[in-house]
């Protein structure tokens, strides 16, 4: 079993940054593909950002949307991945949440076995 905490939602400007982190705790956290995805009002989950293991540079993955502006990281020694989100626009209004999985399609919600609570991030224009 594996425990996911999300942090640091909130209110930002368009324009503006914010930085979520998740917290694992349980198994080892090292191994599992570690996922972002929102969902906003009347709308389905979507991918946001993965990021994998790997035993040289982790591989990275971006929703489309998201490219060029958030940068997911993880860091195993702390068991928490981070999402860093630049220029952020009224259309990123969600809430947010980290995932992990062990395999499968990460950007298929339906691959990831343990979900945080999310966060709501809010941006204002």
């Known amino acids: 079993q594996v425990q996911l905490v999300e942090s640091g939602g909130g209110l930002v400007q368009a324009g503006g940054s914010q930085s979520l982190s998740c917290t694992a705790s349980?198994?080892?956290?090292?191994?599992?593909?570690m996922g972002w995805f929102r969902q906003a009002p009347g709308k389905e989950r979507e991918f946001v950002a993965a990021i994998r293991y790997s035993w040289s540079t982790p591989s990275l993955s971006y929703a489309d949307s998201v490219k060029g502006r958030f940068t997911i990281s993880r860091d195993n020694a702390k068991s928490t991945v981070f999402l860093q989100m630049n220029s952020l626009k009224p259309v990123d209004t969600a809430v947010y949440y980290c995932?992990?999985?062990?395999?499968?399609?990460?950007?298929?919600?339906?691959?990831?076995?343990?979900w945080g609570q999310g966060t709501q991030v809010t941006v204002s224009s």
């Open positions: 349980g198994r080892t956290f090292t191994y599992y593909t």
């Open positions: 995932a992990a999985a062990q395999g499968g399609n990460y950007r298929d919600p339906s691959s990831y076995d343990y």
